[in-house]
């Protein structure tokens, strides 16, 4: 019972760092329907922003950890967030009257540019958090003990599930209570309808855009801090798994997004700690092809109406 509760942590830890990744794939989708591959790439990006932003603020001397963490969330978010926006005008805006495969391709594109700038300029090796940091937000709670086994809740933890929840609760009241969110909805229902009643259409997917980067960025900030090591690679599979996580929950819905992301981190976790951890990605992926066997929109979505 211990060690089951002890990778349910894990699990729902994990997924909610997946939830985060998943909610930009699903927002975009469910405007423009189309996937953006680089989103993964966009995460790993923040992540790089965040130990970029630790080492600048070690060499002036701010070795503060809460202003610190307070200093490098707030640089991390807003130069990601201008990655997320210089996607879109490059990679999607010039295509976007165009045939269906051609801004899949062309994420695709962005996505390896993205990953070679990166090793390009970062470097191959791994990067970890300056030492003067530490572990920030090191310590757990001991919630149980028994013959010899501890299940432990750690304030990183802790810290990850309320951002994401907190975050889950502020962009759901957006898109639901705001006049953002309205014109999200109705570009997601027909833009050039929106476009007639006043609505910018443009400016209305570059803000989508920016604010999937934001969380991608959030998202990449929390790993850091989780693991204290980033590589250039680490968007890929994060990225595969967030869009597994878009798609299981239902592409286009957000509560079906962060619950997909939630599924897969304690498929991974549970897979890994009675199974073999070799195979926790093959268990991901084959529940998906299950789920979309017996309910193809997802385990929240909608069937698309065809528009005549």
Request: aromatic share 12%.
């Amino acid at each position: 019972m211990e060690y089951f509760l002890q990778q349910l942590i894990n699990g729902l830890t994990l997924g909610s760092i997946y939830g985060l990744i998943a909610i930009g794939y699903t927002m975009v989708y469910g405007i423009i329907g189309m996937i953006n591959f680089a989103h993964g790439d966009v995460y790993m990006i923040g992540a790089f922003h965040t130990i970029i932003t630790f080492l600048i603020l070690g060499w002036l001397g701010i070795t503060w950890v809460p202003l610190a963490l307070a200093v490098v969330l707030i640089i991390s978010v807003v130069l990601t967030a201008m990655y997320g926006w210089t996607v879109e005008r490059i990679a999607y805006r010039p295509l976007r009257g165009s045939f269906r495969l051609a801004p899949l391709i062309s994420a695709i594109g962005m996505s390896i540019l993205l990953q070679n700038y990166v090793q390009l300029l970062q470097g191959a090796r791994n990067k970890a958090v300056p030492r003067e940091y530490g572990d920030p937000l090191q310590g757990s709670f001991e919630l149980l003990h028994n013959d010899g086994f501890s299940v432990t809740l750690g304030y990183k933890q802790i810290v990850i599930v309320l951002v994401t929840v907190l975050l889950m609760l502020i962009f759901t009241f957006i898109i639901t209570r705001t006049a953002l969110g309205r014109a999200q909805r109705a570009c997601e229902q027909d833009m050039k309808m929106a476009s007639l009643l006043g609505i910018n259409v443009n400016r209305t997917i570059s803000i989508t855009f920016v604010i999937g980067a934001s969380l991608a960025a959030v998202a990449g900030f929390m790993v850091t801090l989780y693991y204290g090591i980033v590589d250039f690679f680490i968007g890929f599979l994060a990225g595969v798994k967030a869009f597994t996580a878009a798609v299981l929950g239902g592409i286009g819905s957000l509560p079906g997004a962060m619950l997909g992301g939630i599924a897969i981190g304690l498929i991974e976790a549970f897979w890994s700690g009675y199974f073999s951890v070799e195979y926790k990605d093959v268990a991901t992926f084959a529940i998906l092809v299950l789920v979309l066997i017996f309910r193809p929109t997802g385990l929240l979505g909608k069937p698309d109406v065809e528009k005549v």
